[in-house]
């Protein structure tokens, strides 16, 4: 069996250069086959995978300053909470990517991870998905769509992998083409904010982007080793870091 | 009190017996392929015996699966024989320009993620490895469907208790599994997860 070494796949995302535009929102529904909002869907309730929220630095006039940080799944390596908590082992660490797999068919619908998730990066399904008639014809066919009762997340675009892995394949190699692997908020970011890639090859942008001097991670003090790092000059909002949500979101 | 325990015995047997016997015929409804297609005869008669000509693998991984009547159409503009199915063929699909509605055996659930690439290209396992002698079958089994889940039997196999499964018989994910095993490896859920 030939198979690729192990990888540690993170992005890094550079914060001055995020417009807030949402356009990794969209791309990201689109790709993993999210339904449009439900009528009742608030904030809390809806599905947003990747979800760009805007802070300031509560500043008045001219001292206000505001920053969009797009907050996804953080791929925690380290006692990954939602994994630790699930009853039902519907959520592992995936040894050969680093990347926390959700199975929605296992998941009993508990949300207990909801909870364990400093981030909010889960979301739970309250209504079954239902996509205006016409538009279930552009389905993503690689990705599976979920049913209500399930949480889901971000997976960096797993079946983008499969089909990078598929290319490999075909070709009789081990080794995917990093080039073919890049998640759909990624692509489709205009500013090219969001650096994607294997952590673990020295070679990569993003690990050298991880580890330059601007970079820093959400809520670093967990210890829970996010694979999501962003970036930014700017003082303050490297200071936001370690701020609870709940702190950040009233700021 | 021996009276009891006979009829007592009698039940459970009677029980058992609807319920291995019983219980997988209701299980499944038997549903008619559009027409009946013969391996055998294309493989004899028209020189196409590759499999790759009909169920192709492109060149980004990506399969093909079944041929589509395009692929048919280069000979069966018009009937050659006189075969019901052909006439179906060339009638219903070849004239209308329509797909067939193929029922597929091997269809897993629509979670799942399998590549051919990965196990026929990379790994080189033959097509009857899984599918059996379907590459050289000369009628169309029937094709049989779970009447709760909407899985072709395929998945669970012929036998319900699984007792003295033959290798290619039924894919359920420890059937998957089980071959890795084998290989000796182990891949994480979203490798046939989706």
Redesign the interface.
Known sequence: ???QKPRRYGMVIDLDRCTGCGACMTACAAENNVAPGHAKATPRTGLTPMLVQRVSNGGAGADRREVFIPVTCMHCEHETPCVTVCPQQAV?L????G?V?Q???RCLGCRYCMTACAYHARYFNWWDPEWPVGMERTLNP????RMRGVVEKC?FC??RL??A??????????EIDPADYRPACVEACATQAIVFGDLNDPASDVRKASRHEDSFRLLARLGTEPKVYYRSKQEWVRGLAERGQQEVRRG | MIRGLCFFLIGVAAIQVAGWVGLPKALYVTKAQPFEYRHKTHAEKSGSAECDGCHT??????FAGLPKTESCAACHTEPQGKSAAEATLVSSYVKTEKETPWLVYARQP??V?F?H??HT???KLACERCHGKHGESDTLRPYQENRISGYSRDIWGRSISRWKRVANEGMKMDDCEGCHKQ???D?????C??
């Open positions: 069996m030939k198979t592992e995936d040894k050969a990517t990347i797999n199975m929605p068919q690689g990705v599976a769509v997976n797993h079946g499969h089909e892995e598929d290319k490999a394949a075909a070709a009789g190699k081990a | 693998l492109g060149a980004d991984g990506v629509a979670n993620r590549s690439a990965i290209k990379r790994a290989q000796g490896f891949t994480g859920c979203l490798s997860h989706r």
